[in-house]
């Protein structure tokens, strides 16, 4: 399958990209999908009460509606999260609103949670659950609110009600930038009434308590230090399971060309990964390593996984990397995790989360036997 993705990888970036990725998915869907992965003891991480297989997971944005998690699963990865699904059927923003940046591995998007609503995306999921057996990983979703939602915290709400019993567990994503006001409830005191709410549904939920979900939050990359310390104090204070950082950024980095520097979005890959890892750097700090973090935004090797997990990754999550690399990306970096876990002398990759926080000494000696 390896050989049949560098076939069409030349086809699927001649094409618009929306095109591309619906094609990619009825290719999947068909039976198309490669198998991979690599097994090794070394990469099992326990997080959120659930056991990961390896620490690499799907970012939420490829599997919109829930369609292809056993394909992706086969893939190898540890665990996918699916969505965002928002409660009602929506378009998103017009066309076109993805712009690729070949030269810089990264993307622009201003999709704005199109999908086929909450119902479908329950239907899908359920029909995955119903498989025996359903492939080793934990499935996470993510949840949004309708463009024109008159209370977003009720489009939350449904959508933890309705996925409590199916997910390992749920994100809540209020930091995209493409839906208006999203990011607005960021904001401390917004922030802390929607917590309050979604964490009692979810603990209200009609699942018993050993099943509960975890409750996770996604936070943007483009916020200020006064922001990160009101979402480590709150995120702590409420009992949320973790913290997914980060989402894409609205800022255009000088190596971004000019032409794709005048297009609204967020911009994911390789030109968000110094902005991630930071942002993650700081929540690891303000949290004091007490929340299970996850680290998305640029991550496209081995290296990536290790310094993002440094930082005080638990978990991490790969998405723009994947589209310019393929499947094999996933093998090849669980491999090369393994190996580097080895040479450092350490017995689990669970050791290397928040070593660049720990004494100088511990961290340059992990690095020279890496």
């Known amino acids: 399958m390896i050989n049949l993705y560098a076939c069409l990888r030349p086809v699927l970036m001649a094409m618009d990209p929306e095109r591309a990725h619906r094609m990619t998915l009825n290719l999947l869907q068909k039976g198309f999908a490669p198998r991979g ?19 690499l997971g799907l970012a939420a944005g490829f599997d919109k509606d829930a369609e292809v998690i056993a394909p992706l699963f086969n893939m190898g990865f540890g665990f996918i999260e699916a969505g965002t699904v928002t409660p009602l059927p929506q378009d998103g923003n017009p066309k076109p609103r993805i712009f690729r940046d070949v030269q810089n591995a990264s993307v622009i998007n201003r999709m704005g949670f199109p999908g086929a609503g909450l119902a479908a995306f ?39 009600d309705a996925l409590a019993p199916l997910a390992d567990y749920i994100t809540i994503n209020i930091s995209s930038p493409n839906t208006p006001g999203l990011r607005d409830l960021q904001q401390e005191n917004a922030l802390e009434n929607l917590l309050a709410g979604l964490v009692a549904a979810r603990d209200a939920a009609d699942v018993p308590p050993v099943a509960r979900p975890a409750l996770l939050l996604k936070v943007a990359p483009d916020l200020t230090m006064a922001q990160k310390e009101a979402i480590a104090m709150l995120a702590r204070r409420y009992g949320l399971d973790g913290l997914i950082v980060s989402n894409t950024t609205t800022d255009r980095p000088d190596d ?59 978990l991490v999550q790969i998405y723009t990397g994947l589209v310019y690399q393929g499947p094999q990306m996933v093998t090849r970096i669980q491999k090369d995790l393994a190996a580097r876990v080895r040479r450092a002398g350490l017995s689990s990759i669970a050791e290397v989360t928040g070593l660049a926080h720990r004494a100088p000494q511990e961290e340059e000696a992990a690095d020279d036997a890496a």
């Open 122 to 160: 329950v239907d899908n999921v359920s029909a995955w659950r119903a498989q025996t057996p359903n492939p080793a990983g934990v499935l996470g979703v993510n949840i949004g609110m309708n463009k024109d939602a008159a209370s977003p915290f009720e489009d939350y709400r449904q959508g933890i």
């Open 37 to 55: 992965g690599f097994t090794d003891e070394c990469l099992t991480v326990k997080a959120f009460g659930q056991i990961f297989p390896n620490p």
């Open 256 to 314: 971004l060309p000019s032409p794709l520097r005048e297009q609204a979005g967020g911009l994911s890959g390789r030109l968000l990964k110094r902005k991630a890892h930071d942002t993650l750097h700081d929540f690891y700090r303000l949290t004091n390593g007490a929340l299970p973090l996850v680290g998305v935004g640029g991550i496209e090797s081995a290296e990536d996984v290790w310094d993002r997990m440094a930082a005080g990754a638990t």
